[in-house]
């Protein structure tokens, strides 16, 4: 009798451990998921709180680039008016610079010989009033020298002092002396020779007008 009663003591024991036990675990697993909860709450305070101010930076970023416009402007300059029998016109501030193309052509003749294949007719009037005329060739020739000249063949006269020469195979851009234009509609021509007797090549030639 007395072992039974001991054994009850024994089992009365256990159970109140057991109870004590689960009701410190529940308790501490409520504790948790309210704590869970109170965390919870206050991230979205924080959030909350947080949006006015991360969004006020793009209000006024957006606001500066409404208010601070790219502007493009367009630099092309109005058209200079060209004379019919121009290839293209340069404008200064108060000297405008007409090219007329004359052609090409090539030369193994050591006595001066017309090249058809290089001129032009040009009216004078057509330019206003004309402050200079040059005489260019872009030359070349092995051995020797290749000269060129202008001649006006309208009027059978030949501009002497527009004789330019080079002496190389390298092509290159030669200027005469300036020379006057006759006045009115004048057929101009050039005139090839080379001192060695070898060929000679003019790849371009052009009159350069200076207008006031």
């Known amino acids: 009798m007395k072992r039974f009663r001991n054994y009850l003591v024994i089992l009365a024991t256990g159970l109140v451990f057991i109870d004590l036990a689960y009701l410190n675990w529940h308790q501490a697993k409520r504790l948790t998921v309210e704590e869970r909860l109170a965390t919870i709450e206050k991230r979205l305070d924080s959030l909350i709180k947080r949006a006015p101010a991360s969004s006020e930076p793009s209000a006024r970023l957006n606001a500066n680039q409404v208010s601070s416009p790219t502007a493009t402007f367009d630099e092309q300059s109005p058209p200079s008016p ?4 121009s290839k293209s016109a340069v404008t200064t501030s108060s000297v405008k610079e007409y090219f007329v193309p004359l052609g090409s052509g090539n030369t193994i003749s050591q006595d001066w010989v017309d090249i058809t294949s290089a001129k032009a007719t040009i009216d004078s009037s057509r330019y206003g009033s004309i402050e200079a005329v040059y005489f260019e060739a872009s030359l070349q020739i092995v051995n020797g020298e290749l000269h060129a000249r202008l001649v006006d063949e309208t ?9 330019i020469f080079h002496n190389s195979s390298t092509p290159q851009w030669k200027t005469s002396t300036a020379v006057s234009l006759n006045n009115g509609t004048r057929t101009y021509k050039v005139q090839l020779r ?6 000679g090549t003019m790849a371009a030639a052009r009159l350069r007008i200076l207008v006031k």
């Open 82 to 85: 060209t004379p019919s029998n």
């Open 155 to 163: 009027g059978n006269h030949t501009y002497y002092s527009s004789d």
């Open 194 to 199: 080379s001192t060695s007797g070898e060929l």
